[in-house]
């Protein structure tokens, strides 16, 4: 993981499946304001797309297309895109899957993941993609999914912070992959993360796995695994409740949640704040923040997108880059 000291107060940010709601949700998000002043955007994508968005979204900005990230300025009401193709909307009919969507997409991550690994932007925004266009494209994934033991993907909504142990993972093999190793080292790079975004207190409260986290699990692998990430010097609980310990975060108790899986943190973040939480993958070398939510295809077109999902994104990418903690909105 990278320092997160801002180098050139940019965010670079992918607009998304161009035939879904991503691009809207990005302009609108840009054009509502709260954001990081001195903070300029680079727009991945179709300049045609974006101008498509404003239209329907009803909103007054102008767009101006560059060759390279350094031709971004920070002018208000001004959209910057990085058009690398310079394709048409129309090559992208709204809210269906399409080999061109895929294609396009898959060009606009490689793109904005080279920047970012090369420091040109400090950060890396998503906005909602759709594997099923990547599929058809005989397109791999770009999305930086997490790994167990190797990478963690947070949500945050307000207080509620969530970190996950494991994610896209049957539950079934859930138990299997809960060891004392991977609880120590899930919470030292998490602790170090939250050091590298400036928050403190640093304090983690840990989630147990089975009901009143009294199990097997719970005291043959996560309570030694606490044990030693606190050797290590990381402020983290022994095994909550369950139904416990994500409401202690909201109140303040805690900093951070580790959940062990991925519903037991999704379900408690997005039925306490829903609209406006965001999602950011720990482990790749500079700083990967998306939504939790889709394309949208059966609103794309009509302007009823919510953009407070990618608002708290770029939001959060910002501060996150400048080492100012995460903000609690």
């Excluded at 307000?158 to 992959?177: I, N, Q, W």
Aim: with cysteine; charged share 15%.
């Amino acid at each position: 993981m990278t320092s997160p000291v801002a180098r050139n107060n940019m965010t670079g940010v992918v607009i998304g499946d161009p035939a879904g709601v991503g691009p809207e949700v990005v302009v609108k998000a840009l054009c509502a304001g709260g954001l990081a002043p001195d903070t300029r955007h680079l727009l991945i994508g179709s300049a045609s797309v974006i101008s498509r968005a404003l239209e329907t979204c009803g909103l007054d900005a102008s767009i101006k297309t560059v060759a390279h990230a350094g031709e971004v300025e920070d002018t208000v009401g001004v959209l910057h895109v990085l058009d690398p193709e310079g394709l048409p909307a129309e090559a992208f009919p709204l809210g269906a899957d399409s080999a061109a969507a895929g294609d396009a997409v898959a060009n606009w991550m490689d793109i904005a993941i080279g920047l970012a690994r090369e420091g040109t932007i400090d950060a890396l925004v998503m906005a909602p993609i759709s594997s099923g266009s990547f599929k058809l494209a005989g397109q791999r994934s770009r999305t930086v999914s997490p790994v167990v033991g190797e990478s963690y993907l947070l949500i945050f909504s307000g207080a509620l912070r969530v970190a996950h142990l494991t994610d896209h993972v049957p539950l079934a093999s859930v138990s299997g992959l809960i060891t004392a190793d991977q609880v120590k080292k899930a919470l030292v790079q998490l602790d170090a993360a939250m050091r590298s975004w400036g928050m403190e207190p640093r304090r983690i409260g840990v989630s147990g796995f089975n009901a009143h986290a009294n199990g097997p699990e719970d005291r043959e692998q996560i309570a030694p695994g606490v044990e030693r990430a606190r050797a290590l010097g990381v402020d983290a609980s022994l095994p909550q409740s369950p139904d416990a310990v994500f409401r202690h975060c909201i109140e303040g108790r805690y900093d951070m949640v580790l959940a062990m899986y991925h519903d037991q943190g999704h379900i408690a973040v997005k039925t306490w704040g829903f609209s406006g939480n965001c999602v950011l993958v720990l482990g790749p070398p500079y700083l990967f923040l998306s939504v939790a939510h889709g394309t949208a295809y059966d609103i794309v077109g009509t302007g009823k997108s919510d953009p407070a999902m990618l608002h708290c994104a770029l939001k959060t990418a910002s501060l996150l880059a400048r080492g100012q903690g995460i903000g609690a909105e």
